[in-house]
């Protein structure tokens, strides 16, 4: 099955370079929660299914200037990506397989950016044991996750479906919470392109303990903030104005030669 895995994700690496040359709702509304959850003083920091890498670059640029991130895979493709479009000192990519790989260390934030709902079910108890094990003491997962109600409408549509799609419920990240002996102390439903149709949530431990509030306590964020006027006008003219769609395909462009196989960043 693993194989399986990983070739449904390797071929599926092209559409990062659209991705990250059109922008996606979804991966920008995944980086404002990033950004939010993450604790500013966090050292260390585990991305689990990182594809692009442009989660954990983001992370490293935007949100903890100081942190160490090990971004990990099951796809050598993604890997690919990620080592040639956002290498950066403080990040390693490496290549992985959360249900079975044997990992190491003591991480202050574990990121599952819509990862979590492609592990199948029979292998949550492994995977929650190792966030038992990899968990530091005030540590917090964060989860993106599509919500039921978008999983049921994949899968009664038949399409849009990846090689292994679950359900990923509120008892079911709760049950996260119980298995590390945390809290499930966020959880929200957003709307990225449908109403409800995403989920960000975090589990904690150590939440029992109140403190003064701090920067990292920015959540909840219950909606998504409305464009001003001038930036849905500005959106509305851009994506039809002939220079904007240049700079695209100008931007295509560089990204497909970055990512030649002779250029390409296999380790
Ligand atoms: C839906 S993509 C999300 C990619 C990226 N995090 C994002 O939000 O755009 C799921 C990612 O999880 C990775 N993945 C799936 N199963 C995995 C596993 N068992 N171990 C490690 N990575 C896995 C895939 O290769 C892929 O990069």
């Known amino acids: 099955m693993a ?20 922008g996606n709702e979804r991966i920008a509304q995944q980086l404002n929660f990033f950004a939010k959850a993450i604790p500013s003083d966090a050292q260390r920091i585990l991305v689990i299914g990182s594809g692009s890498g442009q989660g954990a670059y983001f992370i490293a640029t935007r949100v903890v200037r100081s942190a160490t991130i090990l971004a990990v895979d099951i796809s050598g493709e993604n890997l690919g990506i ?33 990862v979590y709902e492609h592990i199948p079910i029979e292998a949550r108890p492994t995977l929650h044991s190792t966030f038992n094990r990899l968990l530091t003491s005030r540590g917090k997962i964060l989860f993106t996750v599509p919500s039921p109600g978008k999983q049921l409408s994949l899968k009664e549509s038949g399409q849009g479906l990846q090689v292994i ?5 509120l008892e079911d990240l709760n049950k996260v919470a119980i298995d590390v002996d945390g809290t499930l102390t966020y959880f929200s439903t957003i709307s990225v392109w449908e109403t409800n149709d995403y989920i960000h949530a975090v589990v904690e431990r150590g939440a029992e303990y109140v403190k003064p509030i701090g920067e990292s306590d920015l959540l909840p964020i219950k909606g998504w903030p409305r464009q001003s006027f001038l930036a849905r006008g500005w959106n509305m003219i851009g994506n039809r104005f002939l220079l904007f769609q240049v700079l695209q395909s100008w931007r295509r462009k560089r990204l497909r030669k970055q990512l030649t196989s002779d250029s390409i960043r296999t380790a």
């Open 3 to 22: 194989t399986q895995v990983e070739a449904f994700y390797d071929d599926f690496s092209r559409r990062f370079v659209e991705d990250i040359v059109q």
């Open 165 to 169: 799609d679950e359900i990923v419920s």
């Open 82 to 114: 990620a080592r040639t479009i956002f290498p950066h000192p403080r990040i390693e990519y490496r290549k992985a397989d959360i249900t079975t790989c044997a990992l190491a260390g003591d991480w202050d934030v574990i990121v599952l950016p819509d």
